[in-house]
């Protein structure tokens, strides 16, 4: 199944994500990973990791990257490319509507 591009999809309040960390949630079939960074920015990318399909979600971030929590292969919040080798990971638009995460694929 395939994400229809340009529909948004509402997740909820973003305080079921705590600063710092991300979380996992299917969006129309795909698994998106969004953070919510200490500073308060979001930022969404798939949240199946291209070398071996580990939770990115689960994995430790900073101001710019998210580690898997697998193998350590590091990818940019922004861009969803890899600094370390892997094929990139998809990167979803995302917004804050009021304190509701809305990505749009």
């Known amino acids: 199944m395939s994400?229809?591009?340009?529909?948004e999809h509402r997740l909820g309040p973003v305080d079921q994500i705590p600063y710092g960390e991300g979380r996992a949630f299917d969006v129309?079939?795909?698994q998106v990973a969004v953070?919510?960074?200490?500073?308060?920015?979001?930022?969404?990318?798939s949240a199946v990791c291209t070398h071996?399909?580990?939770?990115?979600a689960d994995g430790q971030t900073d101001s710019r990257l998210v580690?898997?929590?697998?193998?350590?292969n590091a990818f940019e919040l922004a861009t969803g490319?890899?600094?370390t080798g892997a094929e990139p990971l998809r990167r979803y638009d995302v917004r804050l509507d009021g304190d509701e995460v809305v990505v749009t694929p």
């Open 67 to 72: 580690l898997c929590p697998l193998h350590l």
């Open 28 to 30: 129309a079939g795909e």
């Open 52 to 56: 071996r399909g580990g939770p990115i």
């Open 81 to 83: 490319c890899s600094t």
């Open 35 to 45: 953070f919510r960074l200490r500073n308060g920015e979001v930022h969404a990318l």
């Open 3 to 7: 994400v229809e591009v340009g529909v």
